[in-house]
């Protein structure tokens, strides 16, 4: 009797079951996002292009590509981005000498490539993916060396520093900062020695830091700021302390959802990286710590999905993913409250345009389908 032909199918996952509590977390955060866009830009969108709705019908596009992408990608067996870790260092390589060589000059900073005047793309943002798959197979390919400290620390830690020395020229220190935290991440859940962190850090990692910050008047007048926003309330403490008052004006139940006051040109570009000030002033205490109890849902799954992932490479992904997420909600909050310098870091599924194609599809929504089994 001859043996039937194994049916070839697009992907393995194709009729794996999604993680209900992680994907109904991510539309909760995107709708929320997408009202407070609403609210936060409204002003600005009015003032700049006379159509109030101009800034939320390109984030409610992206985001509906988002979640389109998001269901594809899904069915795509994540063994697959295992076959070119290599090539996703080099990309990522190239992706940001093309910022340098191509990228356009906006306040200061070359971060930016411009497909069209309304059309463009941040490769920080992708760089950010690919480190995630190429940390993800190296470390699973050198697992037996990570203990050591030349063989494991030192010699997968020096590949951050083309990466990382590529962002400082354009530059762009709040992503340099996001990337080496993920992977750090990583390499410690891999079976990195943390003590290795901890003492090559004071030793190069802290004097190099603040070198940076001396070197660079701007980032200098951010520390100095940070320690005192009110020593130059109308100059660089002005984004700062608009931002308190928002957030304490809004008090335990906030001044109703549309009724911010700061986001009428106070807090410039509020639906940006500030979005979370107007957030607290509209809705309150209550309205931050239902938004910061969602994304603490959405990293416990993470976790849950690492943990029961079948092999390394989906373990590591699934903690990168998390850890990206996860890093950029801890550094944009404490930026906003004043509880660090500022820095432009966007807050997922909330800043303007930040939250778009690739936040909803790789980054978030695809680790509930990475792996087999159900969380």
Not at 59 to 79: E, H, N, P, T
Request: charge should be positive; hydrophobic fraction near 50%.
């Amino acid at each position: 009797m001859a043996k039937k032909k194994k049916e070839k199918t697009f992907s393995s996952f194709l009729n794996n079951p999604f993680d209900f509590t992680l994907l109904i977390t991510i539309l909760l955060l995107l709708s929320m996002g997408l009202i407070m866009v609403l609210s936060a830009s409204s002003p600005s969108a009015l003032a700049r292009s006379g159509d109030s709705y101009s800034y939320f019908s390109k984030q409610l596009l992206f985001a509906i590509l988002g979640i389109v992408a998001m269901l594809f990608i899904s069915k795509i067996d994540y063994r697959f981005y295992q076959k070119f870790y290599k090539h996703a260092w080099v990309v990522a390589l190239v992706l940001l000498a093309l910022v340098l060589i191509a990228g356009r000059t906006v306040n200061g900073a070359k971060r930016w490539i411009y497909i069209t005047e309304t059309l463009s793309f941040q490769p920080s943002e992708v760089v950010k993916l690919l480190m995630i798959v190429f940390y993800a197979g190296i470390l699973m390919k050198n697992r037996d060396e990570l203990p050591s400290y030349l063989k494991g620390f030192i010699k997968h830690i020096a590949f951050l520093g083309p990466i990382i020395g590529l962002l400082l020229l354009q530059p762009h220190f709040s992503a340099s900062i996001v990337i080496i935290g993920i992977c750090s991440i990583m390499m410690i859940m891999a079976g990195c020695k943390f003590w290795h962190y901890l003492a090559t850090g004071a030793v190069g990692g802290l004097p190099l830091g603040i070198l940076l910050i001396i070197k660079e008047p701007y980032r200098l007048k951010r520390v100095i700021t940070f320690l005192d926003p009110w020593q130059d309330a109308t100059g660089d403490g002005w984004q700062v302390i608009q931002s308190l008052y928002a957030i304490g004006s809004g008090g335990l139940f906030g001044a109703g959802l549309g009724e911010s006051k700061q986001k009428f040109l106070y807090i410039p570009e509020p639906h940006n990286d500030f979005i979370f000030s107007i957030l607290g002033e509209e809705l309150g205490f209550i309205g931050c710590a239902a938004v910061l109890i969602l994304f603490a849902v959405f990293i416990w799954r993470g976790i849950l999905i690492a943990m029961r992932a079948p092999d390394m490479f989906g373990s590591l992904m699934a903690i990168g993913i998390t850890s990206l997420v996860a890093i950029q909600v801890i550094i944009n909050v404490a930026v906003v409250t004043s509880s660090m310098p500022a820095t432009g870091m966007p807050l997922p599924f909330f800043s303007y345009r930040r939250n778009g194609f690739v936040y909803t599809s790789l980054r978030n929504g695809n680790i509930a389908k990475y792996f087999k089994g159900k969380c």
